[in-house]
Nanobody
Framework: QVQLVESGGGLVQAGGSLRLSCAASGRAFSRYGAGWFRQAPGKEREFVAGISDSGDSTYYGDSVRGRFTISRDNAKNTVTLQMNSLKPEDTAVYYC??????????????????WGQGTQVTVSS
């Protein structure tokens, strides 16, 4: 069992940066692939970024590639999403997700069994 808690969301102007963190509890988190998803009002949940259990492999959705960076620190059981050059269309609730059996970087929600409660990111124009 893994519990995930996101933090770091907030209000930022377009062009600014935010750093989201996902703290995981439970043993053996280093064996779990992880990812970030987001959901804007009235829209489907969207894959943002994924990372393998070791952290060696990272994956990004087309809309954030080149602006966002996912990383993890298995010693601290954390996954981080650094978001730069933010745009108003990045406004959404951001969710951290993890699963032991997920294909690294999978954009499919159903492949992740564990989810955080979400953190709001609002980018003003």
């Amino acid at each position: 069992q893994v519990q995930l808690v996101e933090s770091g969301g907030g209000l930022v102007q377009a062009g600014g940066s935010l750093r989201l963190s996902c703290a995981a509890s439970g043993r053996a988190f280093s064996r779990y692939g992880a990812g970030w998803f987001r959901q804007a009002p009235g829209k489907e949940r969207e894959f943002v970024a994924g990372i393998s259990d070791s952290g060696d492999s990272t994956y990004y959705g087309d809309s954030v590639r080149g602006r966002f960076t996912i990383s993890r620190d298995n010693a601290k059981n954390t996954v981080t999403l650094q978001m730069n050059s933010l745009k108003p269309e990045d406004t959404a609730v951001y969710y951290c997700a993890a699963d032991r059996a997920v294909v690294p970087g999978s954009p499919l929600e159903y492949e992740y069994d564990y989810w955080g409660q979400g953190t709001q990111v609002t980018v003003s124009s």
